[in-house]
């Protein structure tokens, strides 16, 4: 299975899409707190509809804390910072994919701190910031998943 992980996400529609994306594609999801909201705040609710039951997700206090309890094999930093675009990796099964807060990213210490080729990007028109959380996490794994043949990895 691949994994998903939110570094101290914030806002709560993100989250619950990607509950949902987590739950139809099987992937693991991880929260990395501090959370921007609750995790019974109705609009995350709302996002995810009912596939919260459906999706495994694990909470964390720190990055640190997830690193030491999951022990991830390959790790992909999702930045906009990144120098290889996403869909110029090849994925396996049991990838772990790391994407940061909405309104800052991921530090550029912890970026720094992976291998070459591990910061991935999603190209995108000179000048545009970034896309929604949700989406660029739908991007990614739909990749990886579509490279794995659509098996529960």
């Keep these: 299975m691949f994994r998903i992980v939110l570094v101290e996400p ?15 594609c ?3 999801l991880h929260l990395i ?4 909201f609750d995790l019974s705040d109705k609009k995350l609710r709302r996002a995810g509809l009912d596939y919260h039951d459906l999706a495994h997700m694990t909470l ?16 992909f930093a999702c930045s906009t910072k ?3 675009i ?18 800052r990213g991921l530090p550029i210490s912890f970026l720094q701190s992976l291998p070459e080729g591990s910061v991935i990007r999603i190209p995108m028109l000179e000048g545009s910031r970034s896309l929604n959380l949700s989406n660029a996490a739908a ?4 990749e990886a998943w579509r490279q794995n043949d659509f098996k529960k990895a």
């Design 10 to 24: 914030e806002i709560p529609p993100n989250t619950g899409n990607i509950i949902r994306l987590s739950a139809n």
């Design 26 to 28: 099987g992937a693991i």
């Design 33 to 36: 707190k501090p959370l921007g």
């Design 60 to 75: 964390h206090n720190s990055l640190e804390d997830f690193f030491a309890s999951a022990k991830p094999g390959r790790v």
């Design 82 to 84: 990144g120098t290889t």
């Design 86 to 103: 996403y869909s110029e990796v090849s994925y396996h099964g049991g990838d772990t994919f790391i994407f940061g807060p909405e309104s």
């Design 139 to 142: 991007i990614i794994i739909y």
